[in-house]
């Protein structure tokens, strides 16, 4: 693909850079702008994905120094699936900040393409200090937005998110410290064929840096214990930035994926399945805390909030499962689960909107001045994302229970997503009720209505799980592609380093065995 | 495919129906008889079909590596349900039309309508049972739509949310118990499943299996102990109650239990579970019919007491057995219906349910009246009418059941006794309402309703005499029909006739009218019984309420608990979780040992007091943290000493880079001072101070664990690559800054954007900030007099700085300095002038927009990378070559150098930005604060 590959993450700082410089020439130009780069991005991420299809690993190398030397960015199927994604929700996501939220602070729309490039950048990075670098850039990036807007609130959360997150960052480089120091290399291919031939002294060092790192994506992804910052920052922040955030969390669940079935994977030797243990029960427990959250939720953004915990701790159960059909389901949930909780939370916002003071709160007030509209953008937003028939949400459960199916946690996986789909649909039902049935007539109603941008991108944003049901089979063919992908470690190495680059663990053996 | 536009075509009305609506208020029940009734004529082309025994099936492929097809099927269990759906669905529009007054929405009632009576069909005419499931907790939503129809009533809210919650509960169990149906059987299909019942049956899944389908056919079907839902939905409007909740989407789950009769039914877990709830809600529900007012309360529960009937049927397992549940489904479904109209007639046309109230209606609607009556009779058994010949059959079958034994008598006994409630509440139906003396004070005198709204309860009326009577020719091919799709074998000999002659059943029947009759005579009695056994009705309602509220409570503290807002509670459990992982995976490998011996550097003075400062230092700025500026200080000794290490340890280049870092931080730090509050936060606990101190010291302790165990160990990195390729590669001496703007450039590149973005944020937040003014102290630092002594010294510094950060510049690549150092070079110096000058001298001076600067050093650094495009090389592939220049001499110049000078602007625009800022805040403070 040639430099298309870098385009995800060069033309937003490009962008960005422009965005700098006409920032006195006005909104217009500013959306103007900002939605053109978004199309393009759109139409390279369409390409890269299509190229990914194949199966091959696409290497892009930095000052053209190979790896393991120099940085590279790796196209796989997962990488590019998630720059695609990214760049959906973030293309919605922006067009409902056209509605005058991109005007309340200054440059939202810089801060945005910036927060995509490190996005962007760390799901095709191949290194791992690299990743670092693209978690800072979008840490400072969600800072920034997370504060758009302004406000006592935002401020709060915002000095939660940067404080814990910052601390986060620190974790990571001591944890990428020890692990160069142990394996005197970054490159993630790289490290997966250093950590299999550890020594016996390096694996201790190199187990403990490991799960450190397992720590600071579990951060990210808002994991127990690590999940409380989330439904603060999540509830204050804007609309289209709450949005956006939908892919941050995924963010750390990518990297769990990507470093844990990698690097610390099945070829791993002594070091195999690292992230086994932790990751099923931890996803299990949060998504059963979040499922309370969920319930607990005496405000709509709030509720949104630990939703976005919910497909989180799913997520990681999935992932934790470690088998070809759970990291597939895990994956067809990935996208169906980030695109509605980003339509939720823009949803949210519009229903704010028009109950005057009392907001996105879960009290009687004045009826909604678009309430049919609403009501029935919220009912399949809501069907969506509790899982029931017939979007994608109830796909996405399908998948996840059949493939959990015949394992020995079996049980406890089916019991705690049932339960938890029920708890939601409780909640939801509550909240759906608070919201559009049980009005104020008392209260001053509001006669603001939506404006269009921002009903075309909700629209779309919920459309995309009729979307993803309707064509569940192609997709979740390309996830169950890109599971195999992604679950045999040797794969990712040979496409990287070359095919020479190390034999499988059974090859070795038997290498080791002849005479 | 006419199979699935009988589902499509409902399905469309829920968008089409309202778009009829803008013809004026009759146009969405037109539309959505039209519609219902193209469907029913579709069906009706199909039946011929159906009732020469064919099954059909058509099939989409959806997902089939899942086994989840869009299959459809109708075979004789479908067609009947389909045409109850259909036609029922037609007479309850019609009358809806009538029903609803001009303040009630038609276009969203009716929009609802046709969703369910979609969703419903589908449930009926699927063969894939994942997407039975689908059209299930459809029904589950659509239902739920409807009962809250009147949202500004509590009774319908809170009605609608129970129905979704236990139905939809009932739907995630249905759910479990299909995926492990389909684990068993491997297959999804309706074909397959069918007559896999020994393989199913046999297997080890079975029990859970079933169970978990149970689960959702039970509460879809109100069995006790699930069945509170369904008085509570009677909240909706008359017309939904009558087509949801009597003749369609409550038979789904007995719809079900039929459905997967031949697979599932049989065995003794089957006829426990099935026949134990069927024959609990039976007598329990009649029972407290009885006692009901309101009469669709009446009519909720003697619902809930058929469907207890027909499940227990079912429960019995055998064939003659399930085709009187059958016969029950069509009898039911016709005499109900057309009572909850006739309760909605009564309703619309008195003002008023209750009972109480509700007497001697017979003069002034005699019409209803009579069909009232009639259908009433038909629920309570009479000869003549449907009803009584289902529940003869019924009874003929609890006679037969070999299975319990020495109790096999219960099961008539508790029948005719359920028998005897049933007439005694049909009984109190008629004689209360229509006759029993004068109405009480109702809101308004009462007469017949509109021509057509009668319509559809006389169609039903007729057909319960029809069939009652002349049962062999109405019902009986339908009866056959559907009843084989139930067995999907042959039909066991049963005869539909009026008379079979004097027998047990028979006596049951009598009994049961004459129970009832005499239960009605002594009503009075047994009611103030009941009021004074059950004085407060206790409801499974309230146990409802109680769990919901209780699961809430709990959600909420568990939450309050967990997410308790505070930022020290997280970072604790981040370092926590840090540790215990740390220990946990350090404790995996076998006994630890320390190489203590191992040691590259020699310990002479110098290394030892410069720890030892280092350590104080550190320790200080702990001890200080509570009083910000000595803590500051601090930090920079830290800092400094770093450096000073750096130095030690032969690192120029991170010396300068930390010197000059640490200079611009503390100056910034020391700005932003002026901006924050005096008084301090209150102090921590004492636990919680020894709680944050072990593990800070815990943490600490391990990273330094690990520092030495890294600076022990073997090491072998690709450093060796670097500095053989850092000449020849990367045309530069000096190994770090090629490594920075070279082999790693990318990661400096993101680096700087991140500082840019630092920037930037830092701008936006404090565009529209408002920051108390600090009323003890100083006048803010832009605009207070700088001393004389500073300014005189600084100006001319500049340019000497400046100079020195150019050259740093310039040779970085070679020898210790680079853009990034060099950026900060000038940065102090420009700093140095803001302090030593004041903010408006300098300012006047210095007219420069600085996120331009910034936005031009990204730019430049982009553009560098970018150009070697145009090589077709990647992005920031360098190159180099070498110049003489005159005076100069031999000049190397590299395109990563022109990356460098990026690095440079990006920062030098960085840190004026900030300081800008800071700057501005400070005047508008002065200024008293706030724009």
């Known amino acids: 693909m040639g430099h298309w590959m870098s385009v995800p993450v060069l033309l937003p700082l490009l962008t960005a850079i422009i965005l700098l410089l006409v920032a006195r020439m006005g909104p217009g130009v500013e959306r103007g702008l900002s939605l053109l780069s978004m199309l393009a991005l759109l139409v390279v991420s369409a390409v890269l994905l299509q190229s990914s299809m194949d199966g091959e690993y696409q290497v892009y190398a930095f000052g053209n120094w190979v790896a393991p030397f120099g940085i590279v960015l790796v196209l796989d199927r997962l990488s590019a699936l998630m720059v695609l994604l990214t760049t959906v929700l973030a293309l919605f996501a922006v067009i409902y900040a056209f509605n005058g939220i991109d005007q309340k602070g200054r440059h939202f729309h810089v801060l945005f393409h910036m927060q995509l490039m490190g996005l962007n950048g760390a799901f095709l990075t191949g290194d791992l200090f690299n990743l670092f670098v693209c978690f800072e850039i979008l840490l400072i990036a969600s800072y920034g937005l997370l504060l758009h807007g302004g406000g006592p609130l935002r401020s709060r959360a915002g000095l939660h998110y940067v404080i814990l997150n910052l601390a986060g960052s620190a974790l990571f480089l001591i944890a990428v410290g020890v692990i160069y120091g142990m394996l005197g290399t970054l490159n993630m291919a790289d490290l997966a064929v250093k950590t299999a031939m550890a020594t016996p002294e390096q694996q201790r060092l190199v187990h403990i840096s490991a799960l450190l790192l397992m720590v600071v994506f579990g951060l990210k992804a808002a994991l127990l214990p690590l999940y409380f910052w989330l439904p603060g920052a999540y509830a204050a922040a804007s609309a289209p930035v709450a949005a956006l955030f939908a892919i941050m969390t995924k963010v750390g669940v990518y990297s769990i994926m990507r470093v844990f079935l990698l690097v610390f994977g099945v070829e791993a030797g002594a070091l195999a399945n690292l992230a086994e243990p932790w990751l099923l029960p931890l996803g299990l427990i949060t998504l059963a805390l979040g499922a309370f959250g969920v319930l607990a939720a005496r405000c709509l953004r709030n509720q949104v909030a630990y939703l976005v915990v919910v497909s989180v701790g799913t997520l990681i159960a999935a992932v934790g499962l470690m088998t070809v059909e759970s990291v597939s389901a895990a994956l067809y949930y990935l996208v169906h689960s980030t695109l509605i909780t980003g339509a939720l939370f823009l949803l949210a916002d519009a229903i704010a909107e028009q109950r005057g003071a009392v907001g996105s709160e879960l009290r009687p007030a004045a009826l909604v001045s678009q309430p049919v509209l609403l009501a029935s953008l919220f009912f399949i937003a809501a069907i969506a994302v509790v899982g029931l028939p017939p979007l994608s949400g109830f796909i996405g459960k399908l998948l996840l229970l059949t493939s959990a199916s015949g394992t020995e946690v079996m049980v406890w996986f089916w019991a705690v997503l049932l339960v938890a789909s029920f708890l939601a649909l409780i909640a939801m039902s509550r909240s759906g009720s608070a919201i559009f049935f049980k009005t104020d007539a008392a209260a001053v109603a509001s006669h603001t209505h939506m404006h269009p941008v921002a009903l075309f991108a909700i629209l779309a944003l919920t459309a995309s799980s009729l979307v993803l049901a309707l064509y569940a089979d192609s997709l979740t063919s390309f996830a169950n592609d890109t599971a195999a992908q992604l679950i045999d470690p040797l794969n990712y190495i040979h496409g990287v380093l070359g095919p020479d680059a190390m034999l499988s663990t059974t090859d070795m053996a038997m290498m080791e065995a002849r005479p | ?931």
């Not at chain 2, 990563?896 to 005047?923: C, H, N, Q, R, Y």
């Open chain 2, 1 to 931: 495919m006419t199979l699935l536009l009988i589902i499509l075509i409902p399905l469309l009305g829920t968008l089409l129906a309202p778009a009829a609506a803008v013809r004026g208020r009759m146009g969405a029940a037109v539309m959505a008889g039209a519609l219902t009734a193209t469907a029913l004529a579709l069906l009706f082309t199909l039946a011929p079909r159906v009732f020469g025994g064919e099954t059909i099936v058509v099939s989409w492929a959806w997902m089939a590596d899942l086994g989840l097809y869009f299959s459809l099927r109708l075979d004789g269990l479908g067609l009947l349900f389909a045409l109850l759906i259909l036609g029922i669905g037609l007479l309850v529009i019609l009358y809806a039309a009538y029903y609803l007054s001009p303040k009630d929405s038609m276009p969203k009632f009716f929009s609802y309508m046709m969703l369910f009576m979609g969703a419903m069909l589908g449930v009926v005419l699927s063969e894939n049972l994942i997407l039975l499931l689908m059209f299930w907790e459809l029904t589950s939503l659509s239902s739920f739509l409807l009962v809250s129809y009147w949202r500004h009533r509590a009774d319908a809210r809170q009605g609608a949310r129970m129905a979704l919650a236990v139905t939809g509960g009932g739907g995630l169990c249905l759910l479990a118990g299909i995926l492990l149906l389909g684990e068993i059987v491997g297959s999804y299909e309706l074909s397959v499943v069918l007559v896999s019942a020994e393989l199913i049956q046999s297997h080890d899944l079975y029990t859970p299996a079933l169970i978990l389908i149970l689960l959702g056919a039970f509460t879809k079907s109100a069995q006790f102990p699930f069945h509170f839902w369904l008085p509570h939905a009677m909240a909706a409007p008359t017309p939904v109650s009558a087509y949801l909740h009597s003749a369609t989407m409550v038979k789904a789950g007995v719809f079900l239990l039929a459905r997967l009769h031949p697979a599932l039914a049989g065995s003794d877990l089957w006829f426990y579970l099935v026949t134990g709830a069927g024959l609990t809600t039976l007598v329990f529900a009649a029972y407290v019919a009885l006692f009901k007012h309101d009469l669709k309360g009446l009519l909720a529960y003697s619902t809930i007491s058929h469907l207890g009937l027909i499940t227990l049927l079912f429960g019995f397992g055998t064939p003659l057995a399930a085709v009187a549940g059958v016969f029950h489904i069509i009898n039911h479904a016709t005499f109900k219906a057309s009572l909850f109209m006739a309760a909605g007639i009564i309703d619309h046309e008195a003002g008023t349910r209750d009972m109480r109230r509700l007497n001697g209606l017979f003069k002034y609607m005699p019409y209803t009246a009579l069909l009232a009556m009639v259908a009433a009779a038909s629920m309570a058994g009479v000869p003549l009418l449907n009803g009584f010949l289902s529940k003869e059959m019924f009874f003929v079958e609890t006679l037969h059941l070999q299975r319990f034994g020495d109790w096999a008598w219960l099961i008539p006994v508790l029948a005719t006794v359920a028998g005897i409630f049933a007439v005694g509440y049909s009984l109190r139906f008629i004689h209360d309402v229509f006759f029993n003396g004068e109405p009480k004070d109702l809101p308004q005198i009462p007469h017949e309703p509109p021509r057509w709204m009668k319509v559809p309860v006389e169609i039903l009326v007729v057909l319960c005499l029809l069939v009652g009577m002349l049962p062999a020719f109405t019902v009986g091919p339908l009866l056959a029909t559907a009843a084989g799709g139930v067995l999907q074998a042959p039909l066991p000999e049963y005869s539909l006739a009026i008379w079979h002659g004097f027998n047990t059943a028979l006596m049951m029947s009598i009994i049961a009218l004459i129970g009832g009759g005499l239960f009605y005579l002594l009503r009075h009695k047994l009611f103030d019984l009941h009021g004074r056994l059950l004085p407060n009705e206790f409801g499974a309602k309230q146990i409802f309420d109680i769990l919901v509220k209780a699961v809430v409570d709990l959600s909420r503290a568990i939450t309050r608990l967990l997410e308790n807002g505070s930022l020290q509670r997280y970072m604790a459990l981040l370092v926590g979780s840090a540790i215990v992982v740390g220990v946990y995976a350090a404790l995996q490998h076998g006994a630890m040992s320390f190489d203590m011996s191992a040691s590259s550097m020699p310990v002479n003075a110098v290394s030892v007091t410069a720890s030892i400062a280092l350590i104080v230092a550190a320790l200080a700025t702990v001890l200080f943290h509570r009083h910000r500026l000595p803590t500051l200080l601090m930090l920079g000794v830290v800092g400094l000493f770093v450096s000073l290490a750096f130095v030690y340890f032969s690192a120029p280049d991170l010396a300068l880079t930390q010197l000059s870092v640490e200079v611009v931080t503390i100056i910034l730090l020391l700005l932003a001072l002026h901006f924050l509050p005096q008084e301090s936060q209150p102090e921590s606990s004492s636990a919680r101070r020894l709680r944050d101190a072990l593990l800070a010291g815990t943490a600490g302790l391990g990273i330094a664990a690990l520092t030495w165990a890294i600076l022990t160990a073997p090491f072998e990195t690709l450093s060796g690559y670097y500095l053989e390729q850092s000449v020849p590669g990367g045309g530069g001496k000096n190994v770090v800054n090629v490594i920075l703007v070279d082999f790693r450039g990318f990661d400096t590149f993101g680096e700087i954007t991140v500082l840019a973005i630092a920037a930037i944020g830092i701008h936006a937040l404090l565009y529209n900030l408002f920051v108390n003014p600090n009323p003890a102290g100083p006048h803010g630092w832009a605009t207070s007099r700088p001393p004389l002594l500073l300014s005189v010294i600084c100006r001319p510094l500049l340019p000497l700085a400046l100079l020195v950060a150019l050259y740093l510049m310039l040779r970085g690549h070679n020898a210790p300095g680079g853009g990034f150092i060099a950026g900060l070079v000038a940065g102090v110096a420009l700093v140095m002038q803001y302090l030593a000058s004041g903010l408006d001298w300098t300012n006047a001076r210095m007219k420069i927009d600085y996120f331009k600067v910034i936005a031009a050093g990204l730019a430049i650094a982009l553009a560098t990378g970018v150009a070697s495009w145009f090589f077709a090389h990647p992005f920031m592939t360098t190159t180099f070559t070498h110049v003489h220049w005159p005076v100069v001499g031999e000049f190397e110049v590299a395109s990563a150098m022109v990356f460098d000078l990026g690095v440079f602007l990006t920062v030098v625009g960085i840190t004026m930005l900030i300081l800008a800022e800071l700057g501005k805040l400070s005047g508008a403070v002065k200024q008293g604060g706030g724009r």
